[in-house]
């Protein structure tokens, strides 16, 4: 079992950038993040395989988000910059299990063996 333990959230302005951090207790393939907004369902944001060679993003804050990893320190990054108030959500940190390295991981729910405890970030117009 595979612990996340995500940290960077906070409050920002709008037009403001904040970077979030996710380290994993042991070896992940993809990692990924979601967001749930207030009265929202959960929602896909990014995601990045194993490698770091490939990524994917929702609409919505392609040209504004940047997700990384860093294997060494089985860490997965997102950099928000121009930040806007709908960005406003708690974020969650999601990975498989290592056994998936080969599989292709994109945004839905069920694809995810490992979720982190959340993180609120908020975003003042």
């Known amino acids: 079992q595979v612990q996340l333990v995500e940290s960077g959230g906070g409050l920002v302005q709008a037009g403001g950038s904040l970077r979030l951090s996710c380290a994993a207790s042991g070896r992940t393939s993809a990692m990924g993040w979601f967001r749930q907004a207030p009265g929202k369902e959960r929602e896909f944001v990014a995601v990045?395989?194993?490698?770091?060679?490939?990524?994917n993003y929702v609409d919505s804050v392609k040209g504004r988000f940047t997700i990384s990893r860093d294997n060494a320190k089985n860490t997965v990054y997102l950099q928000m910059n121009s930040l806007k108030p709908e960005d406003t959500a708690v974020y969650y940190c999601?990975?498989?299990?290592?056994?998936?390295?080969?599989?292709?991981?994109?945004?839905?729910?069920?694809?995810?063996?490992?979720w982190g405890q959340g993180t609120q970030v908020t975003v003042s117009s």
């Open positions: 999601a990975a498989t299990k290592i056994s998936k390295i080969f599989l292709v991981v994109g945004r839905e729910v069920g694809q995810y063996d490992y």
């Open positions: 990045i395989s194993w490698s770091g060679g490939s990524s």
